[in-house]
């Protein structure tokens, strides 16, 4: 058994996940043609809704918030060797939490009120994934299965609590009242205002400051710090991490709240940022996003950050798509998800193993 | 006598709900017996149930809506064997991969045959595998509870569901009582032993998926085309992880996982009563809460029965050989 | 047929990327002997009977039975030439009962129960003929190491083998089960079966076989007539250059015990249990525990270094308590009294493969202030610390950033050591010092431990290895059934008396 020769990092880094990207959006453009669209107009169209106008690429910025959220919950799971499906759940009881903060001190100080609703939010959303994690860490019940049960019960419970203790008082649409005045996140448009120049940004607020954050925060956390370095043992090896007097138990329950408190956060940016009240299905899916992300992203925070942009570009671009494509619905956006998690999270040797033999071939004429 | 009509009728509900469970469990145990986890169940199953609708819908034929349902799921099943097999892929997170591709692709395609926003037309009735009322079903009707059992339990359900009877037992022949059975169980526990016996390690899990294709595949097709009447957007919400559960609390064995299915099936007929219904004492559950029940159970059942113990020690681990 | 060879292998090659794993390697074997194949960890005598099984390929050379040419492309073209295998590892399926395993892929009725009944029918005759008496209707799982392997050898006979070949048969046996084994091989050539015994233990190549072949570095450097030979000539032969058998050691007599186990019962894996267990080991002293594996060595270590609790009893470090019945100490605050732990499983549990080596070089003293501090991992500290290990234990590559997994079991095993003797422990507790270690590699390890013994350490050592524990302990203590059997001096141990201990004969032990 010879050293592995490692890939150099460009190949690892850029090379693969983009072959990956290629091959998913190959199969997806081969569906756009069977629905008897032209792929590449549909490309083009979709481009130009991303990045084409300043609202347009200021939705895409705003996608993109939510992704890293999401993204860097499943990823920090990953790490410690848990697949949390769970993001849809976690975000869903996450906005609950911010809502219950933003009414409890809205009226007395909207400052207040928004510092303790990113608190809420996080730690509802961690507290979704406890049971999960406790039952996976103790009992052994499959963190998958069980968060994803917690993903219907938390999406049961959000539509009891909006059509009753919680609805808006006369309303008859499962949502809340609207937020205090003045309980909100900026929008960046304002701030650019602010500052002097004009950028009509959308709904892009100051949450995606907040992601970034996020994600500075997890990279720090995971490769500079001593809990990092113990939670990807114990991602990686739970007999080692125990012989290295790491509680797996405790280190299993930790990131999954962590995991789910990031997922949490995401409502800030739809909640907070721009719907100013809870609605029943805020989430739209973006908890499942969230996996294609982490995969997308090699579940390191750069790539997540960039994986998050260019679903953002996806979700924006599709739904100008949509518009002009009648056979392309959202849905769609869905199907390309799918793809990017199959390639890139399962097929990962797909085009690793021919990359190495040719990397490996160059090398031994260079040698010889 | 109220009460034992309602209870025929609850566990009549009960043998149609547990239908399509049993069918996914039974696809999921075969996958696993031989090494490869199948999270991807919900997605063969809702991809069947388009499939199966769609087809119906077209063609009018029910059984044309199978062999579609059937091929649908087959095709997943043997994609997500490649991945797992030739790919040496993480099978859990290709199995959701292809839960998420489906759910966007079904709608998808619905709405471009249909227009319809993403469902397939209402099928008609010689469109559906409609209920069969066994011989003698309603002469029996009046014996006192024998004619009752006969004719509202057993009798008047649809072919599937009796398809779906039959299948257990075939199963558990199948795994315990054929050649083709032993080399399934070996090759779950102990590939390597398999491969120096001289038996294809790949072929058999290929086999392995075919098998839980067209199971998970009629599971599917009875969605839409037996217990409902098309196709609707996310028509399986959660059946898939609910049978893998049932599978697991069956400990990968037929029999008591067909039991863990009629208690999810039971459940989820019990849900549906109680839906309106003021209880003593508690008053009217909200229906979102009754809507839980299934979820809440699968949980209960995960923290405590669960325990790798009784998986298959192979599974979920891909098989190289080594050179 | 009378000139030609039962099986013959002419100029075999194999090699992996820039390895030569076998190199021309030639092996005559004549109908009805037992032909010995000794050579090191890693010689290439595993690449060679897979190749000689079906499961390689070889790059060049011919494999031949009785005279004809073969081109085996998987094992059932082996098993068609009647060439049967029992590998170090069985392949058996654990909750397959004796007779399922042995039909398995050779079932002839697709119905299984008839062929259950057919096969049983001709196993009783098998089973008549050779000696045998399994309990075929048992699961595997329920069965002893011992009876397992003679359901492999039965496994094969059944397939209509002629030549058997045994890979490293005797590593997890008692030495009275090596006997029965070496009855049965006699027997099995009485018969007129052909035998290739593959191990590295020369006794056993004395014992049992006709002619051995010796190979080394995947060549093959003798091949002689078994009479004709010595256990010394074949030392050399194997390793290249005089062996030194025992390492130079210094007597140490000291009072202070730094490990005493009292009266210390604990649940086990499958069942077992460990009872009763009392032990010391004193300061400059290396306790050696021998044992059949799986009679509880695992677990004791395992209650020793904290991840294991205790149901009654009392481990006492130097003068403190580290475990009773309701205390377990945490390994990082065992490592800070100053114990230090060489995992008996490496891969499994002392090294976290996909990580690099340097992030391996501060597995278990990551809280350490040297390599953390405030919660925030000093890289340049652990860097550094990572490179002196490399240097001191001759690590290769010298590449820290690698992944430990492609390093090969000897280098990782001298950075597992390295890292656990670099703060100056004084109890040292090892398991398989050299398991997967490559001989260069073995002699250093053992070298090593004897240094720290003479530094005044204590030291306990897990080993399957007997000849390994009878070199390096002071006192040799055997386990079996979750008991410790007993306990003597490395003067008064010998293998038999070892053996029947291992087999749980407690008479010996007084």
């Known amino acids: ?368 | 006598m109220e009460f034992f009509t309602d209870m025929i009728l609850l566990m009549d509900s009960t043998l149609r709900t547990a239908t399509p469970l049993v069918l996914a469990a039974l696809a999921g145990l075969v996958a696993e017996r031989s090494g490869i986890v199948d999270i991807g169940l919900e997605g063969k199953m809702l991809a069947a149930a388009f499939a199966a609708a769609a087809a119906a819908a077209v063609t009018g034929s029910p059984w044309m809506g199978m062999l579609a349902g059937v091929g649908a799921s087959v095709f997943l099943a043997l994609l997500h064997g490649w991945v797992s097999i030739a790919q040496r892929g993480n099978q859990i997170v290709s199995g959701m991969a292809i839960n998420i591709a489906v759910a966007g692709l079904a709608p998808t395609l619905a709405n471009f045959w249909f227009q319809k926003g993403g469902q397939t037309p209402l099928l008609g009735d010689e469109a559906r595998f409609s209920t069969i009322t066994l011989p003698f079903a309603d002469a029996l009707a009046d014996v006192p509870v024998i004619g009752a059992l006969y004719s509202e339990l057993i009798s008047g359900h649809n072919l599937i569901t009796y398809l779906a009877a039959a299948l257990i037992p075939l199963v558990a022949w199948m795994l315990y009582k054929t050649r083709f059975g032993l080399r399934l169980r070996a090759v779950g526990e102990n590939p390597e032993a398999v491969d120096t016996a001289g038996i294809s390690v790949t072929l058999l899990r290929y086999q392995a998926m075919v098998i839980a294709g067209v199971l998970c595949g009629l599971s599917g097709s009875v969605l839409s085309t037996g217990l409902g009447g098309g196709f609707i957007r996310d028509m399986s919400a959660g059946k898939g992880y609910l049978a893998l559960a049932a599978m697991i609390f069956g400990r990968w064995k037929p029999v008591p996982t067909l039991l863990a299915c009629l208690l999810f099936g039971f459940v989820d007929a019990l849900q549906g009563r109680l839906q309106g219904v003021a209880l003593p004492l508690i008053g009217e559950i909200p229906v979102q809460f009754t809507m839980m029940l299934p979820y809440v159970l699968t949980v209960v059942i995960l923290a405590g029965f669960a325990g790798r113990m009784d998986a298959p020690k192979a599974s979920g681990t891909p098989y190289e050989k080594d050179h | 047929m009378t000139n030609a060879f039962a099986i013959e292998a002419r100029g075999l090659s194999k090699s992996f990327g820039d390895v030569k794993a076998n190199d021309q390697i030639a092996l005559k074997v004549p109908g009805g002997t037992v032909h010995g194949i000794v050579g090191e960890n890693g010689a290439g005598k595993s690449t060679l009977l897979k190749m000689l099984f079906g499961l390689y390929r070889a790059d060049s050379g011919d494999i031949l039975v009785c005279g004809q040419t073969q081109h085996f492309t998987d094992p059932s073209d082996a098993m068609a030439a009647g060439i049967g295998m029992v590998h170090q590892h069985f392949m058996l399926v654990e909750p397959f009962t004796v007779l399922e395993n042995i039909i398995l892929g050779a079932e002839g009725s697709a119905n299984l129960d008839a062929a259950k009944e057919a096969a049983r029918a001709k196993l009783l005759m098998l089973e008549d003929q050779f000696g045998f008496n399994l309990p075929l209707d048992t699961p595997v799982e329920k069965l002893s190491v011992g009876v397992r392997q003679r359901a492999e050898i039965l496994k094969a006979l059944y397939r209509g083998a002629e030549i058997l070949i045994l890979d490293e048969p005797t590593a997890v046996l008692t030495p009275q089960e090596c006997e029965q084994l070496f009855a049965l091989v006699r027997q099995l050539k009485d018969q007129g079966k052909t035998i290739l015994f593959v191990t590295h233990k020369l006794h056993e190549i004395m014992a049992v076989t006709d002619d051995v072949t010796v190979i080394r570095a995947g060549k093959t450097v003798a091949e002689c007539k078994t009479a004709d030979t010595n256990p010394e000539e074949l030392a050399e032969l194997m390793v290249g250059a005089k062996v030194v058998r025992k390492t130079a050691r210094k007597q140490h007599e000291t009072e202070i015990a730094r490990l005493r186990l009292t009266d210390v019962h604990a649940d086990g894996d499958h069942g077992l249990e460990l009872k009763d267990i009392n032990l010391e080991v004193f300061d400059g002293e290396v306790l050696g525990i021998a044992g059949v594996a799986g009679n509880g060595q695992t677990e004791l270590l395992e209650i020793i270094t904290g991840l294991r609790a205790v149901r009654e009893g009392v481990i006492h470090m130097g003068g403190e308590i580290i475990a009773n019945d309701r205390l377990v100490t945490n390994p990082i605050a065992l490592r800070r009294m100053g114990m230090a732990h060489v995992a008996e499983d490496r891969l499994k549990t002392g090294v976290v493969e996909s990580m690099s080596a340097r992030d391996n070089a501060i597995l278990g003293y990551q809280r350490e202030k040297e390599f953390s501090s405030g919660g925030i991992l000093k890289l340049k500290a652990i860097a550094q610390k990572a490179a002196a290990y490399f240097e001191t234990q001759d690590v290769r590559p010298r590449n820290p950033d690698l992944p430990i997994a492609s390093f090969s079991g000897g280098n990782q095993q001298k950075l597992v050591i390295a890292r656990e003797i670099a703060r100056d422990p004084q109890l040292m507790v090892i398991g398989q010092p050299t398991r997967g270690v490559d001989i260069g590699a073995v002699t250093k390890i053992h070298d090593q431990i004897t240094e720290l013994r003479n530094a005044g350490k204590a030291i306990l050592v897990v080993s399957a290895d007997l000849d390994e524990l009878l070199s390096i302990s002071d006192r040799i203590a055997v386990m079996c059934e979750g008991e410790i059997v007993g306990t003597m001096n490395v003067e008064d141990a010998t293998e038999t008396k070892l053996g029947l201990m291992m087999a749980g004969d407690k008479r010996e032990a007084s």
């Not at chain 1, 999406?155 to 009753?164: K, P, Q, R, T």
């Not at chain 1, 995971?222 to 125990?242: D, H, K, M, P, S």
């Not at chain 1, 940022?273 to 299905?281: C, D, M, V």
């Not at chain 1, 805020?282 to 679903?311: Q, S």
Request: aromatic share 12%; proline share 4%.
């Open chain 1, 1 to 368: 058994m010879a050293a592995q020769k490692k890939l150099p990092f460009w190949a690892d880094a850029i090379l693969l996940p983009t072959l990956n990207l290629l091959a998913a959006f190959l199969v997806s453009g081969l569906v756009i043609w069977g629905l008897g669209e032209d792929p590449l107009e549909a490309l083009s169209l979709m481009v130009d809704g991303a990045f084409g106008f300043q609202e347009g690429v200021g939705y895409t910025f705003y996608y993109a918030t939510n992704f890293v959220f999401t993204g860097l919950a499943v990823s920090v799971a990953y790490h410690a060797g848990l697949f949390n499906i769970g993001g849809e759940g976690q975000a869903m009881l996450g906005g609950l939490g911010l809502t219950l903060a933003v009414f409890l001190v809205g009226d007395v100080s909207p400052v207040l009120a928004v510092l303790l609703a990113i608190v809420g939010a996080a730690a509802f959303g961690g507290a979704w994934a406890f049971i999960p994690a406790y039952l996976q860490a103790k009992r052994g019940s499959h963190v998958v299965i069980t968060t994803i049960m917690f993903n219907f019960i938390a999406s049961a419970l959000l539509a009891y609590l909006l059509v009753g203790p919680l609805q808006r008082p006369g309303g008859q649409m499962p949502e809340s009242a609207d937020f205090p005045d003045g309980v909100s996140l900026m929008h960046l448009q304002d701030l650019f205002a602010m500052m002097g120049f004009t950028y009509e940004s959308g709904p892009l607020n100051l949450s995606a400051l907040i992601a970034v954050l996020c994600a500075v925060g997890v990279w720090f956390m995971l490769w500079r710090t001593r809990f990092g370095y113990e939670l990807r043992v114990v991602g990686q090896n739970q007999n080692a991490a125990r012989y290295a007097g790491i509680s797996v138990t405790r280190m299993t329950v930790i990131a999954m709240m962590i995991s789910g408190g990031l997922a949490g956060m995401m409502g800030l940016n739809e909640l907070l940022g721009e719907q100013l009240r809870l609605l029943g299905n805020f989430t739209l899916g973006y908890g499942f996003v969230g996996i294609a992300v982490a995969f997308m992203g090699r579940n390191h925070p750069v790539g997540i950050v960039l994986a998050a942009m260019l679903f953002g570009a996806l979700y924006q671009g599709g739904a100008e798509l949509a518009f002009e494509m009648p056979n392309i619905q959202r849905d769609y956006i869905v199907l390309i998800q799918g793809l990017v998690i199959l390639f890139a999270g399962a097929m990962e040797h797909l085009f690793r193993d021919p990359v190495e033999r040719v990397f490996r071939h160059f090398s031994e004429r260079r040698a010889a």
